[in-house]
């Protein structure tokens, strides 16, 4: 009782308030993000291949389903200026209407993942033990099968469609999440500033998503932006095996296996989607690392 | 003496790590880092506690604190069992019972401003809130020798000593009655060192705190402690009153950790006692007393029997030469 009333005396005794002009969590936030080149092109790029895909209707100089036999494979020219595919379809628009596809199937089956293996990696990686037995335990069977099978498992018990191929996906590519998360948790929890906040009284849930999750971030964000390449390449996967995205829905990775039998008389049918999925990559990975950086106060 | 004075009781606590290994596994041995340590602390006095490195002190302190779990013992503070305390009951116990740590670059979150650091355990206690916790933070900044405008920066834009004062800070925002000092000197320059220990004096006045002060030599506890611990592998061999200790150690190894403190006068007559070997293993200690292989004074008894931990006038100690 003593001490209380000594601090307070302390307090009086001290009494004035120090005003500092600052300005709020958000502003400094986005004043750092505007100071990331790498994270404001990465933001760049993924507006415009937003834009694509929402305007997609408007920008497309063709149909995309749309066949023209006669001028099938021809290469880019005028008139069409990324060539046409096998069908005589135009692949700038089938691009365009493709990025409505594929950027959804893309940050949808890696937030999903992220979700569950953020979660069930933490578990494992703080508890320890049995927990840790049984998470990883399972994580290794599902890493233990090749993924598009394990895909494919999944998609026969939800049925087809794209909603399904994403699902199917984004559960398949949890173990990668949950392991990467694990190791970082098991070597973070050993700080002594997580000791520290337990000290002062900080229950579990709080110990692991304020104290120890921030300091995971880094090899998260690095890794979640590999998984969008890989969860839109695996769609494309699920549909040449006739689930998940099918023709002629335009969509990049249909598109690269569909021209992959006349990749030596006609390139460009190909290139154009690769390139597709390695821009918005790209952007991802640009995006991330920014943010990486600018959520990183010690880079301050 | 009444059991009222005792803030903290600490009776023949344990603790042994199990070392697993072999083809499944199971346990071949066990680390007896805190092997039967006992000692009291009344309210706003200190106990030092010193050994060397892997005596088993900072492992103590943690299990004061019930940040390990206790193997076998007893901890009493204010005469409840933090051995037996549920959640609710744990909680309530942080808030009386802090620590500062060793490493000031290992203990402070670098995702967290240090106004968030020092404002987080009075949002755990219900300890103020809004424009006061606010202000809270800036009046602990400035008792601790910091300015309010530090309470925005990070934990990376401060120096060793600086870090420990946030550090601080932090386990003064619940104003608890024991605080736990874990070496909080021993990872900073020696010009910082005694700023700190006259900042943990000042406070220790002002805030009736009690200190369980840590460290590896005599030379940073002397000055503070009321009373003095000194641990020798995971067993204490000499408790007393600190000055009485200095002046007339009984333990050969108190001994030699006094013959250890520099001397101010460069003419004194140096009479150093340096021990031979190292430390033996915890996880495989000597028979008999434990400090046998090393001590300068030992006689035939000391290798098979082991000395009790007795009271001698106002003096524990643990050594069969002291009658």
Known sequence: ????????????ANGHVHVDKVKGPFAEFVERFMKSRSAVIGLGILIVLICCAVFAPILAPYNPYESNLPIALQAPSAEHIL??????????SRILYGAQVSLVVGVEAVTLALFFGILLGALAGFYGGKVDTAIMGVMDVMLSFPSILLALAFMTVLGR???????????VSIPQYARIVRGSVLSVKENVYVTAARAIGNNDRRLIFVHILPNVL??????????????????????????????????????????RQTIFNAPHIVTFPGLAITLTVMAFNLLGDGLRDVLDPRLK | MSKEEHLLTVRNLKKHFPIRGGLFGGQIGTVQAVDGVSFTIKHGQTLGLVGESGCGKSTTGMLVLRLLE???????????DVGQMKKQELRDFRRHAQIIFQDPYASLNPRMSVGDIIAEPMMLHDIASGIERTKKVEDLLKVVGLGPHHARRYPHEFSGGQRQRIGIARAL?????????????????????????????????????????????????KHI???????????????????????????????????????????????????????????????????????????????????????????????????
């Open chain 2, 173 to 221: 925002a619940v104003q608890p009655k024991l605080i736990v000092c874990d070496e909080p000197v021993s990872a900073l320059d020696v010009s910082i060192q005694s700023q700190i220990l006259n900042l943990l004096v000042d406070l220790q006045q002002e805030l009736g705190l009690a200190y369980l002060f840590i460290a590896h030599g005599l030379n940073a506890v």
């Open chain 1, 218 to 259: 880094a090899p998260i964000i690095v890794r979640s932006t590999i998984g969008i390449s890989e969860a839109i390449l695996e769609a494309a996967a699920l549909g040449f095996l006739g689930l998940g995205v099918m023709p002629p829905t335009a969509e990049w990775g249909t598109m690269l296996g569909a021209g």
């Open chain 1, 83 to 92: 060539g046409v595919d096998e069908l005589g379809r135009d692949i700038f």
């Open chain 2, 70 to 80: 206790m193997t076998a013992g007893q901890v009493l503070f204010q005469g409840q």
């Open chain 1, 161 to 171: 469609g794209i909603d399904k191929a994403v699902i199917a996906i984004g559960i």
């Open chain 2, 225 to 323: 402690s009321d009373e003095i611990g000194v641990m020798y592998l995971g067993k204490m061999v000499e408790l007393g009153e600190g000055d009485e200790l200095i002046l007339n150690p009984l333990h050969p190894y108190t001994k030699t950790l006094i013959s250890a403190i520099p001397q101010p006068h460069p003419g004194a007559k140096k009479n150093r006692i340096i021990l031979q070997g190292d430390v033996p293993s915890p996880a495989n200690p000597p028979s008999g007393c434990r400090f046998h292989t090393r001590c300068p004074e030992q006689i035939a008894i000391c290798s098979q029997e082991e000395p009790e931990f007795r009271q001698v006038q106002s003096r524990f100690v643990a050594c069969h030469l002291v009658k």
């Open chain 1, 1 to 12: 009782m003593e001490a209380n009333i000594e601090v307070k005396k302390q307090i009086k």
